[in-house]
């Protein structure tokens, strides 16, 4: 039977994960938050990404890693840097020098932010991330390829789009980026079993209006379930759907966050300026 690490699992989508995969599959858990006690076949690590001989001895034994682990948010570089740079390689790293078979690595429709909202990706297009946040995950998906070429660690890289609690869209961007719960765990579940050597994979629903037509997913045998459209009448217009910088991109609010360069050229134009940087109050997705 596989044994599966999970890294972040006290995040989000980790907790969604190990509560679905709890007596299918021997899991390691792995976050440097506290965790619920393990269960049957769960063994549970309290530690750093960066800690790279903590990382080592957990992956012993591990068949396939979800990296989910790091900051999934814009943070400033020093966060950025030592989670999602630092801590992505140790766990590349640890996996090599276990023998693991699989690196799931969680990507993010930031590393091509910056595209409009009119393109159709298929994951084949020049990077446009859009923010410091999403050139980590352009460096995690660049660090992927490298493992499975030189080191034959397969690897799949999922563009998550947006995982939310409550598992709903929560402004009219995720009528095209959405994805529930249900189907990113069968997302992933798919990316641990394929037969494939490299892929970056978009991860939505089955929503109309998405940006992402994508064969890669088709490729690892994907097959969504539910729909954003189910949720479009319901969806209010939120802040960040009047943003003027924020409703023309498919990063969204992300690409309005810090832009200088577009600010200048409003204030110049006496129009109305894009935020210009996270605030808490700001619902986030990978």
């Not at 765990?185 to 089955?206: K, M, P, Q, T, Y």
Request: hydrophobic share 40%; proline share 5%; net charge negative.
């Amino acid at each position: 039977m596989r044994r599966i690490m999970i890294t972040g699992a006290a995040g989000l989508i980790g907790r969604m994960l190990r509560a679905r995969w709890q007596g299918r599959w021997p899991m390691v858990l792995v976050d440097r938050a506290e965790m619920d006690p393990p269960g049957p076949e769960e063994t549970v690590v309290r530690c750093e990404l960066t800690d790279a001989d903590a990382m080592r001895a957990a992956m012993q034994g591990v068949d396939a890693v979800v990296h989910l682990g790091g900051v999934s948010t814009e943070a400033p570089w020093e966060s950025i840097r030592d989670a999602n740079i630092e801590g992505c390689y140790q766990t590349f790293e640890a996996a090599r020098m276990a023998g693991v078979r699989r690196m799931v690595f969680a990507s993010s429709n930031h590393a091509i932010g910056f595209y409009p909202r009119t393109a159709r990706l298929d994951g084949s297009e020049a990077v446009r991330p859009d923010t410091r946040y999403g050139v980590s995950k352009v460096f995690g998906e660049a660090l992927a390829s490298l493992y499975a070429d030189k080191f034959g660690l397969s690897a799949v890289c999922l563009r998550i789009g947006t995982a939310r609690q409550p598992d709903e869209p929560g402004e009219r961007r995720h009528l095209a980026t959405w994805i529930s719960h249900r189907d990113l765990a069968h997302l992933v579940e798919r990316a641990i079993e394929a037969d494939i050597h490299f892929e970056i994979v978009f991860g939505a629903s089955r929503n109309r209006e998405g940006w992402w037509p994508d064969e890669a997913a088709r490729r690892i045998g994907y097959q969504p379930q539910d729909s954003a459209d189910d949720w479009r009448d319901r969806v209010a217009e939120h802040a960040n759907d009047r943003d003027p910088i924020a409703r023309g991109l498919q990063g969204g609010i992300f690409c309005s966050w810090e832009n200088t360069r577009v600010r200048a050229q409003a204030a110049a134009s006496g129009l109305q300026s894009p935020a210009g940087r996270p605030s808490e109050d700001t619902p986030c997705d990978r």
